[in-house]
């Protein structure tokens, strides 16, 4: 049941009021941060859900929900909208979070679903889940196949990083390539596509999030933190990845 964003939000207690639980990692997943990993996971059934909204919570970026569906109470987060109190929303699909921390709360959430937007139409049928928007749509992009895209000192290949990836695991890295491939605006982050030409006849393709916005067939150098096995569930899980990179 949820959206697209980074936050978890904790499955209520019997009480009123949502439970406040303990920090189960060393370094929870915050509002600043919505990279997910290996704990997180995609709902993703395709049905409306039809939601209660008891309590509504507001954060620079997200507006967090405490609903009520068929019963059973939870949190729900959107990007920032204004949302009223007692009234019926409906939403599809979405991706659940674990452990989140709201800095602006000073809080951690043991859960959060979250959705890209809930609506007081129950026709929801231009709805987008988190699974369809990673997934590949549309034709495959144009292999970079020479070598003319130059690292600088600093950087490394796209056939180094591979043929390395424990080395670099975890680690700030310098990579330029050239753009294949976008996807914007899903999880809050753009999602681009990278080749540098090493690989050879099916040259090594780099996924990158970022908050920038880098036209395909355009060359850009990215600075950012490579993750291994990086699962945003149903499937979509990236042996290696470039986080939370910009540009330079």
């Not at 620079?60 to 204004?82: M, N």
């Not at 989140?100 to 809080?107: I, L, N, T, V």
């Not at 609506?119 to 020479?146: C, F, M, W």
Request: aromatic content about 8%.
């Amino acid at each position: 049941m949820v959206l697209v964003a980074g936050a978890s939000i904790a499955l209520l207690a019997c009480g009123s009021k949502p439970e406040v639980v303990q920090r189960v990692h060393a370094t929870p997943v915050n509002e600043a941060s919505v990279n997910t990993d290996v704990n997180t996971s995609v709902d993703a059934r395709s049905q409306v859900h039809e939601v209660v909204v008891n309590d509504v919570l507001h954060t620079e970026k997200y507006t967090y929900l405490d609903v009520t569906e068929d019963g059973k109470q939870f949190w729900v987060a959107v990007p920032r909208k204004e949302v009223e109190k007692g009234e019926t929303y409906y939403y599809v699909g979405g991706l659940m979070k674990k452990n989140f921390k709201s800095r602006e709360y000073d809080r951690v959430f043991e859960t959060v679903y979250l959705v890209s937007d809930v609506r007081k139409d129950p026709i929801y049928t231009g709805s987008t889940t988190v699974a369809q928007a990673l997934s590949n749509v549309g034709d495959e992009p144009d292999h970079v196949h020479d070598q003319d895209i130059v690292q600088s000192e600093e950087g490394i290949s796209l056939e180094e990083l591979f043929n390395n990836k424990e080395k670099y695991a975890g680690k700030e890295v310098e990579i330029r390539g050239k753009c294949v491939k976008i996807n914007k605006q899903i999880m809050g982050r753009n999602w681009v596509h990278i080749q540098d030409g090493t690989g050879g006849e099916k040259p090594y393709d780099l996924t990158v999030t970022t908050s920038a916005d880098v036209p395909v067939g355009t060359v850009v150098t990215f600075t950012g933190m490579i993750g291994l096995n990086v699962d945003f569930g149903a499937g979509y899980k990236y042996d290696i990845i470039l986080e939370d990179a910009h540009v330079h």
